[in-house]
Structure formats: structure tokens, C-alpha cells
């Protein structure tokens, strides 16, 4: 009973309401919240413009922030690296040798992408093997050498599972990036039950060793998957198929994986090379590349389109991206070596970013960029602080429009805020881990005015989902 009129109380304190209204709006959410009594909550809302509180819950209470995380690590890469940052990774001759300079670029061959531009996942391949052709090289007599020295080769989080490490949403995270590091397994059903599946394989590639044991079900509950044996890309595909469906495996090092492939498309193209793969440093320590380099082309990706991927599709070898390529800029600005992109150079950067806000560091703990990890621990306060930073600088627009919206993203993909009276209202980050839930971002009111929040709910049952877009709508109404 004593927390009960303690939280009766703070409500009633702490929404900022015209008279009448308090009451009204008080109830409804203490009866959400009292729906859910082993869920420890978090919540802070305010007005966007002048800061002032509407709603503060335990909102200085760090808590597990599940893919919330990711509204740190956009706005810390937005402040370090500016809106009009462009990705830029080279492809050029160094001597005899065909060279890639790798940039932390996670959208090269992104399927999303691909299709919004009505593009090719292998475009960048193309513009290579096309500017080989313009200069009638047949022939590379070198090696292919691949820098992917601007982050460091520690690729998958000692935070995430060893279990998960096949899974696309826990895909290993390199300066050289294709196809979210994956490969995706498009499984058929054969003639008769108990036929081996039969399965086609996107992108075309010998990088990865496949035994088929899959089998083919007419009857029953498909069960289709697929393993990766640890540090390896032998994939076992196994299970019953019952339908064509896709399956989608992460990768052993992404570096070596886009090296291989561009080998495998020139090759297609008539142009061979002799030498061997190589992962090797080319540039120097300021990330220049040598006076002799000649570029072939450049493949571009504005940081508009990562910060999307990243808010508005979640996309957690995104995140990592930009995490570790936030790192490695805030370490060159401000001189401290290696600079190099890491988890460790990302918290750094993340770090001096909220405290730049004026963040309590005892409402935060970064242990990675997406918030697949389970040691991060974030306050609903501290969202609600960067969410009204962005909101009060160049890249507000920018930032806002990379969330997800009723429409867009997964808000859309999850049917939440689908009735026509929220559209163009409430533009959002979600997050989901197991037992972790939580939604933050931007709410315009009614009466026109915005609001920024952060919702986080941890542990406890029945999912919290539902009360948390309940207590958004309570709020802008």
C-alpha cells in the first residue's frame, strides 16, 4: 500500500496539467501500471520546447534499454561525425594489386536499400568490375588486399551469445561490410515427403560449406533451420520444409566474406585474379592511403540512410557500425590512440556525449552500440535528455525522421499506433529483448506541441506492450 500512494502521489505531482485534467489523466495510468505489478517501469515525459516535466516515474532508475540503445548511438554519431557525413569506401590499383578500403560503411549491399533504389545489392561490384574493364584489365597479377583496419578485429560482442552468433540480428560487425553479413537460403519443398528440400542461395558463393539434411514435409508443422558451427561458415541446413520460405545465416568474418565475393563477380567478368586475399593494413595511421593508390571508384552511403536502418528497421550490425565508427573519429578528434573504431572507443564517445548533456554517469552504463547486450543500463531520463538535445540542434529533422512512425518501420511491423488519428504524431524508437521492452521518441500533442518520452519496462508478465502504447496515447491526447 505504501508504494501504491507513493506512486498515486508522484503522478499527481508530476503531470503538468490544466485544471480538471489531472485527475482524469492521473487514474488511467496508475491503473496501467498497477496491471503489471512485477514489472519494474521507468518513465519520463516532457515538453520538448521548454523541458518541463510532465510525467517522471522512477525515470532516474537505469534499466535495461534493449534496442533504445541505439537512440544513444545515433545521436552520439550525429554529434561526432555531423548530418552531412558520407560513408565513402574506395576500390582502387595499389602497384599490381587490386585494393578495397574499408570505411565502416554497414549499407553496402543492403537489401533494403537495394530496393528502395531500385538498385543491385552487387552494385558496387559492378562499378568496380566495370572500371576495371574501362582500363582493358583482364587481369589482376597482384593480390586482392583488403583494409578493414579502421575498426579492430574483435567482430562479434563477448556480451551476445556464442548460441546466437548464426543469427541476422546478431551479425558480426567489420569496416568492410556486404549484405548485413549474411547470406539467405531461399528453401523449397521437393516432389514427395521425405525428399531432400531443395534450396538456392543469395549471394551465389562458394565462402560458405553447406551439408543439406533438410528434408521435405507435407503434413505437419514446418520446422526448417539452419546452424553455423562456431567460427566457421559450415552451414548445416536441417529440419522439415513444408513451403518455399527463406532462412537468413550470419557470417564468419565480413572482410573476408566481401573479398571473396568481389573475386567471385570479377572472375564472372573475365577478370581474374592471380594473387591471394589478403586483410592487411594500406593506409596510415590517419587513414590515408598511400600517394601511389589510384581510385577506381567510390562507393557513397550518406549517414541519412544509416541512422534509418538503424532507428526506424532496428538493424543491429547498423548500430554496431556507426558505434564503432563513432569511436573511431572521436578518438582521432581528439587525439588519442589507436583511433580505431571498438566497443571500447564507441563507449568512449557515447560516454563524453551524454555527459556533454549533462547526464548523470550514474544513470548510464554502454556496454554496446544496438542493445543486444544485456549489461547496457540506461534512465528513462537520459533518453528523454538526448531526445530533447536533437530536438534543439542542426539534425533535429534529420534525426526525428529516422524513427520509426504508425507507417514506417516497426511501429508498422508490429500493428502499434495503426489508427488514423496518430499518423504523423508519434515517431519512435522500439526495443525488445527477452523480458525487456521499451518505446521513446517524439509525441505531438493535440493542441500541436511536442513532447519527447521514454518508456522502459523490465522483467515481469504478461508483455508490458500494449500498457506502453496505452500510457503514449494517455499523454498526447
Not at 520546447?49 to 537505469?62: E, F, N, V
Request: aromatic share 8%; hydrophobic share 35%; with cysteine.
Amino acid at each position: 500500500m505504501k508504494n501504491l500512494l507513493s506512486l498515486t502521489w508522484s503522478l499527481c505531482i508530476l503531470f503538468i496539467l490544466p485544471a480538471g485534467q489531472a485527475t482524469a489523466q492521473n487514474l488511467p495510468v496508475l491503473k496501467l501500471l498497477e496491471q503489471h505489478p512485477k514489472t519494474t517501469f521507468g518513465i519520463h515525459v516532457c515538453q520538448a520546447d521548454s523541458g518541463k516535466t510532465i510525467l517522471d516515474y522512477q525515470a532516474d532508475k537505469p534499466m535495461i534499454p534493449a534496442s533504445n540503445m541505439k537512440l544513444i548511438t545515433t545521436a552520439t554519431a550525429l554529434d561526432v561525425l555531423g548530418g552531412d557525413f558520407i560513408y565513402e569506401t574506395q576500390a582502387g590499383l595499389l602497384g599490381n594489386n587490386l585494393v578495397i578500403i574499408g570505411s565502416g560503411d554497414p549499407l553496402i549491399g543492403d537489401p533494403e536499400v537495394a530496393e528502395e533504389k531500385s538498385g543491385d545489392p552487387m552494385q558496387f561490384f559492378q562499378d568496380i568490375q566495370k572500371s576495371l574493364q574501362q582500363k582493358k584489365t583482364g587481369k589482376i597479377s597482384g593480390d586482392l588486399l583488403i583494409d578493414d583496419f579502421l575498426f579492430d578485429d574483435q567482430r562479434y560482442h563477448p556480451s551476445w551469445s556464442p548460441a546466437e552468433s548464426n543469427k541476422s540480428y546478431a551479425a558480426q560487425v567489420s569496416a568492410l561490410n556486404f549484405y548485413n553479413n549474411c547470406v539467405d537460403f531461399t528453401l523449397k519443398p521437393a516432389v514427395r515427403s521425405g525428399q531432400a528440400v531443395r534450396y538456392s542461395l543469395f549471394p551465389d558463393t562458394t565462402y560458405v560449406n553447406i551439408t543439406n539434411r533438410g528434408k521435405t514435409t507435407t503434413a505437419g508443422t514446418p520446422t526448417a533451420w539452419a546452424s553455423r558451427d562456431l567460427n566457421t561458415n559450415q552451414i548445416t541446413l536441417r529440419g522439415l520444409t513444408k513451403y518455399e520460405h527463406v532462412l537468413t545465416v550470419a557470417l564468419e568474418r565480413p572482410s573476408a566474406y566481401f573479398g571473396h565475393l568481389l573475386a567471385e563477380h570479377l572472375l564472372a567478368h573475365d577478370i581474374r585474379i592471380s594473387g591471394r586475399l589478403k586483410i592487411i593494413g594500406v593506409c596510415d595511421a590517419q587513414r590515408k592511403p598511400p600517394a601511389e593508390f589510384t581510385v577506381l571508384t567510390t562507393y557513397q552511403t550518406p549517414l541519412t540512410e544509416v541512422l534509418v536502418r538503424a532507428n526506424r528497421d532496428s538493424e543491429n550490425m547498423v548500430a554496431e557500425c556507426l558505434f564503432k565508427t563513432a569511436g573511431a573519429y572521436y578518438r582521432r578528434q581528439n587525439g588519442t590512440q589507436p583511433a580505431q573504431g571498438s566497443w571500447r572507443s564507441g563507449t568512449e564517445a557515447a560516454g563524453a556525449f551524454l555527459r556533454k548533456l549533462g547526464v548523470n554517469p550514474a544513470q548510464f552504463t554502454i556496454d554496446d552500440g544496438s542493445g543486444l547486450s544485456r549489461k547496457n543500463q540506461v534512465s528513462a531520463k537520459c533518453l528523454t535528455a538526448i531526445l530533447r538535445y536533437i530536438h534543439q540542434h542542426a539534425g533535429a529533422t534529420m534525426f526525428r525522421e529516422s524513427l520509426a512512425t504508425p507507417s514506417t518501420g516497426t511501429l508498422k511491423n508490429n500493428r502499434r499506433f495503426g489508427e488514423p488519428h496518430y499518423q504523423g504524431r508519434i515517431f519512435a524508437k522500439t526495443g525488445y529483448i527477452r523480458r525487456v521492452w521499451a518505446l521513446s521518441g517524439y509525441a505531438r500533442r493535440s493542441d500541436g506541441t511536442w513532447l519527447v518520452f521514454s518508456i522502459l519496462a523490465n522483467n515481469g508478465s504478461p508483455s508490458p506492450m500494449k500498457t506502453i502504447d496505452q500510457i503514449v496515447k494517455l499523454m498526447i491526447e
